[in-house]
């Protein structure tokens, strides 16, 4: 190990507090962290010098890859310009141009504002604030509550976190958000009380697909259905696309593939291609109208970043990227190679129980060739990824579940390296249990 790399790990040791990591287990003199130093398209280099496939999309943020010259030229330039200015009374013209750009992705009169902020979290926050405060402002303030669907995840601030549908995640929180219904299903929806609809401001939901329940997808139809419903009950539809953003579901956003218009859409990690902290949340203008007149009508909601200069530079050049790389016009045939490929590795390994995708996001869930899962202490998941890591391929599990989420620019070679690299790892750390199991 270089010295360099030695000391960054013990200074980390000493002092950083990672999210959704076992501190205990990180911090064990045995435990060699991966130090992250240069990316160069889908490619990210360690401080020893070694080269990963970013099978995650640092996070599910990247779109077109790491150093991407476009971006980083407006990044740049907007940063000789000025680093940051206050959106509060101010405005700038990258933050006029982009919300002028990410509402011309709809229909005219349809989603007309933008509310920038700073991560997917706190774009739901937002959401769910302008949408109880909608309510207090015409007339219904008995709708100060929410339905979500089971299993979901939408953030880690209070309000976000409410609707969380992962107990591990939210248990121990419970009742310090908003009122909160969950449901599993459309016919569980259907099923609820209209006493209990009342009370509701709107349903969240990410469309298409769930992220953090190990990449699950609904079934087709279900968005549309969906807003059907929420129509007839004049509930508000929110729809988290942090992860769906930005071509992952092979369509700009996931709910154009079932030409559903939301009253609330959720954006951020792919909005800058992943570049900078920026996030967006979209609504209408009936409901913006509801916060115009009276001073205690306005939305007394902001952050010190708001729309800063620079990630809105990286979300607008982003956006030209998709065009003039027709990044949209070229995923189906990538859509397709991963699918099989997946396909290919499924009839190899009869530890993969079940490979879900949905565009360029999939799935990959491991269990006993029973069908039974693994024990929990078992941690395959998490085996099988840290086996990845020495054929070049980085990446993270969702328990038991392999996530593959390549950046949308990704060749079809460097997806059969990815998927060559899963290959060995799945032989590896799935060896190393006993044949009746694995």
């Known amino acids: 190990m270089r010295?360099?790399?030695?000391?960054?790990?013990?200074?980390?040791?000493?002092?950083?507090?990672?999210?959704?990591?076992?501190?205990?287990?990180?911090?064990?003199?045995?435990?060699?962290?991966?130090?992250?130093?240069?990316?160069?398209?889908?490619?990210?280099?360690?401080?020893?010098?070694?080269?990963?496939?970013?099978?995650?999309?640092s996070i599910w943020t990247n779109i077109h890859g790491h150093a991407h010259p476009h971006i980083g030229t407006a990044i740049r330039a907007q940063l000789e310009r000025v680093a940051h200015t206050s959106f509060l009374g101010f405005t700038h013209p990258g933050a006029a141009a982009l919300a002028g750009r990410l509402c011309a992705c709809f229909p005219n009169n349809t989603l007309e504002r933008v509310f920038f902020s700073d991560d997917g979290s706190t774009a739901i926050e937002v959401a769910l604030k302008m949408a109880v405060q909608y309510r207090l402002q015409t007339a219904e303030p008995q709708r100060d509550g929410?339905?979500?669907?089971?299993?979901?995840?939408?953030?880690?601030?209070?309000?976000?976190?409410?609707?969380?549908?992962?107990?591990?995640?939210?248990?121990r929180f419970r009742g310090l958000g908003y009122p909160v219904q969950h449901v599993a299903s459309m016919d569980e929806l259907r099923a609820l009380p209209n006493e209990k609809l009342a009370a509701v401001a709107g349903v969240v939901i990410e469309p298409l697909i769930q992220g953090v329940n190990e990449m699950r997808p609904w079934p087709a139809g279900m968005l549309a259905d969906l807003r059907a419903w929420c129509d007839a009950q004049?509930?508000?539809?929110?729809?988290d696309e942090v992860m769906t953003g930005f071509g992952r579901t092979g369509s700009m956003f996931a709910c154009q593939r079932e030409e559903v218009i939301p009253d609330f859409l959720c954006l951020a990690k792919g909005l800058t291609g992943g570049y900078l902290p920026l996030a967006a949340t979209l609504t209408t203008a009936a409901i913006y109208q509801a916060f115009?007149?009276?001073?205690?009508?306005?939305?007394?909601?902001?952050?010190?970043?708001?729309?800063?200069?620079?990630?809105?530079?990286?979300?607008?050049?982003?956006?030209?990227?998709?065009?003039?790389?027709?990044?949209?016009?070229?995923?189906?045939?990538?859509?397709?190679?991963?699918?099989?490929?997946?396909?290919a590795l499924q009839a190899r390994h009869p530890v993969i129980h079940q490979i879900r995708q949905c565009g360029f996001i999939a799935g990959v869930e491991l269990r006993q060739p029973s069908g039974e899962k693994f024990p929990p202490a078992a941690r395959l998941g998490e085996a099988v990824c840290l086996a990845a890591r020495a054929h070049g391929l980085l990446t993270r599990p969702i328990l038991d579940t392999v996530v593959l989420l390549p950046p949308l620019c990704a060749t079809p070679g460097e997806l059969d390296h990815a998927l060559a690299a899963l290959d060995a790892a799945l032989g590896r750390a799935a060896g190393n249990f006993p044949k009746s199991q694995a």
């Open 3 to 57: 010295d360099d790399t030695r000391q960054w790990i013990e200074a980390d040791r000493a002092h950083c507090w990672h999210p959704f990591t076992r501190q205990a287990e990180w911090c064990e003199r045995g435990h060699e962290p991966l130090v992250l130093v240069r990316g160069e398209g889908v490619w990210l280099w360690d401080s020893e010098g070694r080269r990963y496939f970013d099978g995650n999309s």
């Open 146 to 171: 929410f339905i979500a669907f089971e299993n979901g995840y939408h953030g880690d601030t209070l309000g976000a976190a409410s609707l969380m549908g992962v107990g591990r995640f939210f248990a």
């Open 234 to 239: 004049g509930i508000h539809l929110i729809l």
């Open 292 to 343: 115009l007149g009276a001073a205690e009508h306005a939305f007394y909601y902001g952050h010190s970043f708001t729309a800063h200069p620079l990630g809105c530079a990286a979300a607008l050049a982003s956006l030209e990227v998709f065009q003039q790389e027709q990044v949209l016009d070229k995923l189906p045939a990538k859509i397709e190679h991963l699918r099989q490929g997946l396909a």
